[in-house]
């Protein structure tokens, strides 16, 4: 019975969606009745739309917690549920069983974007009706694609007759708290930035483009950036500690499909920042408003079609991914013919010199452009290739060598951008500020320089730049009351921090990482860096659903005191699957990082084993992003309101 209501409340918010978009609809119309009872025309219908819109975020999230309820029961009477859960799993991966698989993720896609719609219903005031009502359509228009995908093609709640004995388990490779919460963090970032494309939808409609519809417009790019981040960085560390290649990016398109949408979401947050603060940017802000929302489709196609193999991509049915494909093409070819109609009619907004605060943002926003250009053709290129019948594959060494030299650029922009005025600045003022990040770079670049030599230049202009950064990001705070200073400010400088920190850690993990691969007996000794690594015993040990061998290490850093290490070789029975859990050390310096391979007749085990120097700074600097954008919003949200307020008591 679960599984019926779940699908009854899932058709009936997609009815709500229809009534949404009809009375969206007649609220754009009743904005433009002229004559005395308009404003009381314009006040029911928003009223009636705003109610409907919560109705349906609401059914939407009743059918999505009907859903992780039947994975909880482990209900084997659903086709769903038998084919991704078993008894035997853990309740956490149980419920996350439930977005682990393609009906179930697209099911939180919905819900996710149902309950955003309701959030901006509910919350938003500072719109005009009109202008609210076009947006909440455009949402409503989305949702009701998403819809007919799971009721026609994806249904999540079918049932399987007779009921399964049991489930064939989840990949164990998703049997992970890291990727327990990846997905949801970054269906967030996704469909936040949906609402971003309604807004920019319902200020081309009604030709409502200002500084109101870009702060309204902020709030929702700044939560969705924030969610990308996370989901990012969050993937990231996943992939370093359970793959066991001890990497922490590979450029892998399912890796890509994510990228994307922060590097469009990133430059439309600095874009709908000078809207919102200095009306600059008109279309700009429109266009990638709309750009950011195609590669959330992008990434949403590439990872739910089929297309791909990885252990992120579920779909393997074509016909899914035409589906999502022909949503692609309506949404962005819909938006992209409404953005070349009025564009025409959005008015230029103000202007300001080249050397000026505007003016670094534009240049940063054109180095994300380029960078996510070069990332968008190096991962679909092979796909069309591939279906032109031409297999060729781009990897690592490609982006590496075309992004590289443009994301020194963009960390040069972000440093001097905090620095410049808004309008205009002067240029020798400009290099009397940069003294101090200059010197830091200097003295970073020698430093580095004399430990790596010339063979790692690229990596040695990454620490001058990483150090340059950031002392040009506290720069803003110089000379201010820290007490007073807006908490804007503090995210601004909190966030290009944490780019300088992270940037430090990748190029560290780079140029100093020491790599050991040997075949040892128990008793021998393998040396890494500055570690004595020894294989004291290997033995067998079993988990709540999986066995393993694992590898007892006893490991000395010069004379200190030692510590074991256990890496493991785990065998899952459902399904049949071999995995290796390295075992890692966290230190202030960076991390070793070990893994048991297989052993051989000679009693031998093969070890993998990392010195990673500062590696940990990678992640350290994607949390203070999400930190610094956290701050922003907060900041940015008080700072309105308190603005509202004031406007009331005038």
């Given at each position: 019975?679960?599984?019926?209501?779940?699908?009854?409340?899932?058709?009936?918010?997609?009815?709500?969606?229809?009534?949404?978009?009809?009375?969206?609809?007649?609220?754009?119309?009743?904005s433009?009745?002229?004559?005395?009872?308009?404003?009381?025309?314009?006040a029911?219908?928003?009223?009636?739309?705003?109610?409907?819109?919560?109705?349906?975020g609401?059914?939407?999230?009743?059918?999505?917690?009907?859903?992780?309820?039947?994975?909880?029961?482990?209900?084997?009477?659903?086709?769903?549920?038998?084919?991704?859960?078993?008894?035997?799993?853990?309740?956490?991966?149980?419920?996350?069983?439930?977005?682990?698989?393609?009906?179930?993720?697209?099911?939180?896609?919905?819900?996710v974007?149902?309950?955003?719609?309701?959030?901006?219903?509910?919350?938003?005031?500072?719109?005009?009706?009109?202008?609210?009502?076009?947006?909440?359509?455009?949402?409503?228009?989305i949702?009701?694609?998403?819809?007919?995908?799971?009721?026609?093609a994806?249904?999540?709640?079918?049932?399987?007759?007779?009921?399964?004995?049991?489930?064939?388990?989840?990949?164990?490779?998703?049997?992970?708290?890291?990727?327990?919460?990846?997905?949801?963090?970054?269906?967030?970032?996704?469909?936040?930035?949906?609402?971003?494309?309604?807004?920019?939808?319902?200020?081309?409609?009604?030709?409502?483009?200002?500084?109101?519809?870009?702060?309204?417009?902020?709030?929702?790019?700044?939560?969705?950036?924030?969610?990308?981040?996370?989901?990012?960085?969050?993937?990231?560390?996943?992939?370093?500690?359970?793959?066991?290649?001890?990497?922490?990016?590979?450029?892998?398109?399912?890796?890509?499909?994510?990228?994307?949408?922060?590097?469009?979401?990133?430059?439309?947050?600095?874009?709908?920042?000078?809207?919102?603060?200095?009306?600059?940017?008109?279309?700009?802000?429109?266009?990638?408003?709309?750009?950011?929302?195609?590669?959330?489709?992008?990434?949403?196609?590439?990872?739910?079609?089929?297309?791909?193999?990885?252990?992120?991509?579920?779909?393997?049915?074509?016909?899914r991914?035409?589906?999502?494909?022909?949503?692609?093409?309506l949404?962005?070819?819909?938006?992209?013919?409404?953005?070349?109609?009025?564009?025409?009619?959005?008015?230029?907004?103000?202007?300001?010199?080249?050397?000026?605060?505007e003016?670094a943002?534009?240049?940063?926003?054109?180095?994300?452009?380029?960078?996510?250009?070069?990332?968008?053709?190096?991962?679909?290129?092979?796909?069309?290739?591939?279906?032109?019948?031409?297999?060729l594959?781009?990897?690592?060494?490609?982006?590496?060598?075309?992004?590289?030299?443009?994301?020194?650029?963009?960390?040069?922009?972000?440093?001097?951008g905090?620095?410049?005025?808004?309008?205009?600045?002067?240029?020798?003022?400009?290099?009397?500020?940069?003294?101090?990040?200059?010197?830091a770079?200097?003295?970073?670049?020698?430093?580095?320089?004399?430990?790596?030599?010339?063979?790692?230049?690229?990596s040695?202009?990454?620490?001058?730049?990483?150090?340059?950064?950031?002392?040009?990001?506290?720069?803003?705070?110089?000379?201010?009351?820290?007490?007073?200073?807006?908490l804007?400010?503090?995210?601004?400088?909190?966030?290009?921090l944490?780019?300088?920190?992270?940037?430090?850690?990748?190029?560290?993990?780079?140029?100093?990482?020491?790599?050991?691969?040997?075949?040892?007996q128990?008793?021998?000794?393998?040396?890494?860096?500055?570690?004595q690594?020894?294989?004291?015993?290997?033995?067998?040990?079993?988990?709540p659903?999986?066995?393993?061998?694992?590898?007892?290490?006893?490991?000395r850093?010069?004379?200190?005191?030692p510590?074991?290490?256990?890496?493991?070789?785990?065998?899952?029975?459902?399904?049949?699957?071999?995995?290796?859990?390295?075992?890692?050390?966290?230190?202030?310096?960076?991390?070793?990082?070990?893994?048991?391979?297989?052993?051989?007749?000679?009693?031998?085990?093969?070890?993998?084993?990392?010195?990673?120097?500062?590696?940990?700074?990678?992640?350290?600097?994607?949390g203070?992003?999400?930190?610094?954008?956290?701050?922003?919003?907060?900041?940015?949200?008080?700072?309105?309101?308190?603005?509202a307020?004031?406007?009331?008591?005038?």
């Amino acid at each position: 019975m679960i599984a019926e209501l779940g699908l009854a409340a899932l058709w009936l918010a997609a009815a709500f969606a229809v009534v949404q978009l009809l009375l969206a609809w007649g609220g754009a119309r009743a904005s433009g009745i002229e004559g005395e009872h308009r404003e009381a025309a314009e006040a029911e219908m928003m009223r009636a739309l705003r109610r409907v819109a919560l109705v349906q975020g609401l059914l939407a999230l009743l059918s999505f917690m009907l859903l992780i309820a039947l994975f909880v029961r482990s209900d084997m009477s659903v086709l769903l549920v038998a084919e991704n859960s078993h008894s035997l799993k853990p309740l956490m991966y149980k419920v996350a069983g439930a977005w682990g698989n393609h009906e179930g993720s697209m099911l939180l896609w919905v819900t996710v974007l149902a309950v955003a719609g309701a959030g901006v219903a509910m919350f938003e005031r500072r719109l005009a009706a009109g202008t609210l009502a076009a947006t909440l359509g455009a949402q409503a228009a989305i949702g009701l694609g998403f819809y007919a995908f799971l009721g026609f093609a994806s249904n999540p709640f079918v049932r399987l007759n007779p009921a399964a004995a049991d489930g064939q388990g989840l990949n164990p490779l998703l049997q992970d708290p890291g990727l327990a919460f990846h997905p949801p963090t970054l269906y967030l970032g996704y469909v936040g930035l949906s609402v971003a494309f309604s807004f920019a939808v319902g200020a081309l409609v009604m030709r409502d483009v200002g500084p109101a519809f870009a702060r309204a417009m902020r709030p929702w790019v700044l939560g969705a950036w924030i969610f990308l981040t996370i989901g990012i960085t969050a993937g990231s560390y996943w992939a370093y500690y359970e793959l066991g290649w001890g990497g922490w990016w590979f450029w892998d398109p399912v890796e890509n499909a994510s990228l994307m949408p922060w590097l469009a979401a990133t430059a439309l947050l600095h874009s709908v920042t000078v809207l919102a603060t200095r009306d600059g940017l008109r279309a700009w802000t429109l266009m990638l408003a709309v750009v950011a929302f195609s590669m959330s489709m992008i990434g949403t196609f590439l990872v739910r079609s089929g297309i791909l193999v990885s252990v992120h991509a579920f779909a393997v049915d074509p016909t899914r991914g035409t589906f999502i494909l022909a949503l692609l093409g309506l949404y962005i070819g819909g938006a992209l013919a409404l953005f070349g109609a009025r564009v025409g009619t959005v008015t230029q907004g103000s202007t300001f010199q080249l050397v000026s605060r505007e003016g670094a943002l534009v240049l940063n926003n054109l180095l994300l452009s380029v960078i996510l250009g070069v990332v968008f053709i190096g991962t679909l290129y092979p796909l069309v290739a591939q279906a032109a019948g031409v297999q060729l594959s781009i990897g690592a060494p490609f982006f590496n060598k075309a992004i590289a030299p443009v994301a020194l650029a963009l960390v040069a922009a972000t440093a001097i951008g905090p620095l410049l005025r808004w309008r205009r600045d002067n240029l020798n003022a400009l290099l009397g500020k940069l003294l101090w990040p200059v010197a830091a770079a200097g003295v970073a670049f020698a430093f580095a320089f004399v430990l790596t030599g010339a063979s790692h230049l690229l990596s040695v202009l990454g620490i001058a730049f990483a150090a340059g950064l950031a002392v040009a990001s506290v720069l803003p705070l110089a000379r201010r009351s820290l007490r007073r200073t807006p908490l804007h400010i503090w995210g601004m400088v909190v966030a290009h921090l944490g780019i300088a920190v992270s940037l430090g850690g990748m190029v560290a993990d780079s140029a100093f990482t020491l790599e050991r691969l040997a075949a040892v007996q128990v008793g021998d000794n393998v040396r890494v860096g500055p570690f004595q690594v020894a294989l004291a015993e290997v033995r067998p040990t079993i988990g709540p659903n999986w066995s393993a061998v694992e590898a007892r290490l006893t490991v000395r850093r010069g004379e200190g005191k030692p510590f074991d290490l256990f890496p493991q070789q785990r065998f899952f029975n459902t399904p049949p699957t071999n995995t290796s859990e390295a075992a890692i050390e966290t230190m202030l310096d960076g991390q070793l990082y070990t893994v048991l391979g297989q052993g051989d007749d000679q009693g031998r085990w093969q070890l993998r084993l990392w010195w990673k120097p500062f590696v940990t700074l990678i992640w350290l600097g994607g949390g203070l992003i999400a930190l610094g954008g956290l701050l922003a919003l907060v900041g940015r949200v008080r700072r309105e309101r308190r603005q509202a307020d004031a406007e009331i008591y005038l």
